[in-house]
T-cell receptor, first 115, second 114 residues
Framework: AQTVTQSQPEMSVQEAETVTLSCTYDTSESDYYLFWYKQPPSRQMILVIRQEAYKQQNATENRFSVNFQKAAKSFSLKISDSQLGDAAMYFCAYRSGNYGQNFVFGPGTRLSVLP | NAGVTQTPKFQVLKTGQSMTLQCAQDMNHEYMSWYRQDPGMGLRLIHYSVGAGITDQGEVPNGYNVSRSTTEDFPLRLLSAAPSQTSVYFC?????????????FGSGTQLSVL
């Protein structure tokens, strides 16, 4: 079974600075997808970024980018120019390829943004 | 489109009571799922469905039942609530068209079992 680990329960960053959230996963599969989801206090789950394992290029979405290291099974999220609205719980998630539809989520990292 | 609608948003039960958490989506998604969220454990899959009439167990199915009589609805039933079922519950539906996929979440149900 796949597992997702986030070793940082809490992180903080100064507004306008850069922060990196860590995620590691364990799988024996070669085809899979990785995600970062954001959960603000409203409890809404918001997709931040998606990475296909077969792509070597790291995904980016505006201020959000990932560092995907397939051999090390590492998938970190970098948030540049942090904003107060980035404060939230961040979940790393894994989904199998080959018609897999279920997601495995990590325990989450709570990010605080300091003004 | 309303997206994924969950009701109720909050619920308090006594041990042994039963209840149904409702989940409905109006996007004609085949895949629907239920997760529970507990501090320090992320979201864990309870049950999922890949279409009307088809359901299967996830990681933590004990104490929960589901059914899928229509594409739109995917209710989660607690037959005899226990304090260990105190959690926040999320319903989600998913669509994938080629490489474009999206997971839609409901707004969650905060359940307390006393």
């Amino acid at each position: 079974a796949q597992t997702v680990t986030q070793s940082q329960p809490e992180m903080s960053v100064q507004e306008a600075e850069t922060v990196t959230l860590s995620c590691t996963y364990d799988t024996s599969e070669s085809d899979y997808y990785l995600f970062w989801y954001k959960q603000p206090p409203s409890r809404q789950m918001i997709l931040v970024i998606r990475q296909e394992a077969y792509k070597q290029q790291n995904a980016t979405e505006n201020r959000f980018s990932v560092n995907f290291q397939k051999a090390a099974k590492s998938f970190s999220l970098k948030i540049s120019d942090s904003q107060l609205g980035d404060a939230a719980m961040y979940f790393c998630a894994y989904r199998s390829g080959n018609y897999g539809q279920n997601f495995v989520f990590g325990p989450g990292t709570r990010l605080s943004v300091l003004p | 489109n309303a997206g994924v609608t969950q009701t109720p948003k909050f619920q308090v039960l006594k041990t042994g009571q039963s209840m149904t958490l409702q989940c409905a989506q109006d996007m004609n998604h085949e895949y629907m799922s239920w997760y529970r969220q507990d501090p320090g454990m992320g979201l864990r899959l309870i049950h999922y469905s890949v279409g009307a009439g088809i359901t299967d167990q996830g990681e933590v199915p004990n104490g929960y039942n589901v059914s899928r009589s229509t594409t739109e609805d995917f209710p989660l039933r607690l037959l005899s609530a226990a304090p260990s079922q105190t959690s926040v519950y999320f319903c989600a539906s998913r669509i994938q068209i080629y490489s474009n996929e999206k997971l839609f979440f409901g707004s969650g149900t905060q359940l307390s079992v006393l």
